[in-house]
């Protein structure tokens, strides 16, 4: 009797090992590719902010009892990354306080080599020159993208 078995072929064989391949390639793309399409619009808000040159170059704050103060802070935008910035973000933090402070937004933002004053509230009561406050700024860009501080902060001369 002659044996009838037949083998597969290692063309067939090739093939089959190559579609397998191709199969695990595409059900590792499908898990991984939803983290990487997300990771680039990341890196460009974090690069944006990066490019905000912001700088708070005066601070006074006032004592009001009982009610919290408020402060005077000068905030120069200098030359930068081109970002569009809508807002700012000023951060005000008190020293041996309850609270840490507030944040204000206030309306516009200075252009580019521009400085601008805004008085905004501090939330902190019982300011006295032996606890003062800081002011930290940051940026809030034309697409939404909040920027943490990006400055040093500055302690306020308390009046």
Avoid: H
Wanted: aromatic share 2%.
């Amino acid at each position: 009797m002659i044996n009838q078995k037949r083998g597969l072929s290692a063309v067939i064989v090739t093939v089959l090992i190559i579609l397998l391949a191709l199969a695990a390639v595409a059900i590792v793309w499908a898990a991984v590719r939803p983290a990487l399409s997300g990771a680039g619009d990341q890196i460009q808000g974090t690069q944006d902010c990066l490019n905000l040159n912001l700088q708070v170059t005066a601070c006074s704050a006032t004592a009001a009892v009982g009610s919290g103060g408020s402060a005077l802070v000068t905030v120069r935008r200098n030359v930068g990354g081109g970002t569009s910035l809508n807002n700012l973000r000023l951060i005000v933090n008190g020293q041996g306080f309850d609270t840490d402070g507030t944040e204000a937004t206030p309306a516009g933002a200075p252009e580019v080599l521009e400085s601008q004053q805004y008085t905004i509230s501090t939330g902190i009561s019982g300011l006295v020159a032996t606890n003062p406050v800081n002011v930290e700024v940051g940026g809030i860009l034309n697409d939404g993208t909040v920027c943490e501080s990006i400055s040093q902060p500055t302690t306020c001369t308390v009046a």
